[in-house]
């Protein structure tokens, strides 16, 4: 008899302890239910005011973009390059610049050191276009990139800037391998951009190389600039 009193549960306030247990339980239940609800109610509230705000957001991108494109037209124009032109290398710059990652201003520098942005220069050393690629260099690209062109395409500024933008992202991949920092990074490659890899692994960085890559680096700071403005 003593043992089967002790083995019942407690009496609490007239409540078994197994039944307030249980209701305890319940009340949990229910409270993590009403928790969940509340948050997928705001998850939704959130999904609602994303959507709601994508066109803003689309209309806020194609404006800056729209204003970016002026910017590069305003540095091109009375320069020897037509109109058409001028709307195709705004438009290939901004492209490129997100697809390789590249700063718009740095492509322009580039471009203004090269050639002057004068898309038929021809250099000593037979390089082409905008950005003055070499004919080596161009049948090698035009291959890598699956452009079946012909070398007098090298004169098309779109194709040219596609080119030139796609071995800069290739020199700085080959340097930032070994390079200390960012900075050392883009001195090398905007050195192999103006005399190949072959003139720094035979004479290293010489006052030539600093030379261009300081005037570059003046240029993009000057575009970083005005684009500010």
Known sequence: MGREENERSPIIGGTSYDQLKGKRRVRLLLLNLFYLMMVGALGVLVIQSQ?????????????????????????????????????????????????????????LAVMKKESMFNPYAVSSRKAMGLMQVHPITWREYTSKLNLDLSTQAVFDPTTNVIVGTQIIKDLYGFYGKAA??????????????????????????????????????????????????
């Open 51 to 107: 959507k709601a705000n994508d066109p803003f957001i689309l209309q806020k991108d194609l404006f800056e973009e729209y204003k970016m494109k002026e910017s590069i037209y305003s540095v091109l124009r009375h320069k020897r390059i037509s109109l058409n032109q001028a709307l195709d290398v705004a438009e290939v710059t901004i492209r490129q610049s997100k697809t390789l990652n590249i700063p718009i201003s740095l492509i």
């Open 180 to 229: 200390d920092s960012e900075s050392e990074t883009w001195t090398l490659a905007l050195a192999a951009y103006y005399a190949g890899k072959s003139s720094l692994f035979r004479k290293g960085v010489t006052y030539r190389h600093l030379r261009y890559v300081a005037d570059v680096k003046r240029f993009k700071d000057e575009f970083d600039e005005k684009f500010k403005n």
